[in-house]
């Protein structure tokens, strides 16, 4: 297991003209990667996105995505698409394969049936998209 939802995961259309979906409520995820030093998140626009500790990593409430690329947004594979959003902006932190498992273990415990099909199509064209974004600056919180 890479990543499995411990609660969150809620998330609302937005009118913003590049983002589709904005995160409504903290979403907690415990991972397998363990970060001994928490660290915070910055995005592009000086918002704080997430942060990072031990084993559980926090996507903040308000995080925007574009959901998924050439898929549609189907509502139980949200919370797999939104993790992976936010983890390609990560590149710095963890390789994109591990992201892929992460999203993949998120479905698979959501029963998302397209699963594999979804899977395979992020690692063929991922690649694309990996730690292409915004840039996120890594803040190390005392």
Known sequence: MIARIISGGTYEPTTHPRWKYRTTEDFIIRTAHYQPTR??????????????????LIINKGYTLDGA?????????????????????????????????????????????????????????????????DYVEILTAT
């Open 69 to 133: 690329s050439c898929w549609p947004d189907h509502p139980i594979a949200m919370p797999g698409f939104i993790f992976h959003d936010f983890g390609y902006q990560l590149a710095q932190i963890l390789p994109r394969i591990t992201w892929d498992q992460g999203m993949r273990d998120i479905h698979a415990h959501a029963s998302y049936k397209l699963r594999h099909i979804v899977y395979a199509g992020v690692r063929l064209g991922g690649w694309k998209s990996y730690g292409k974004r």
């Open 39 to 56: 660290v915070k998140f910055r995005a592009s626009n000086g918002y704080i996105i997430g942060e990072w500790h031990k084993n559980i």
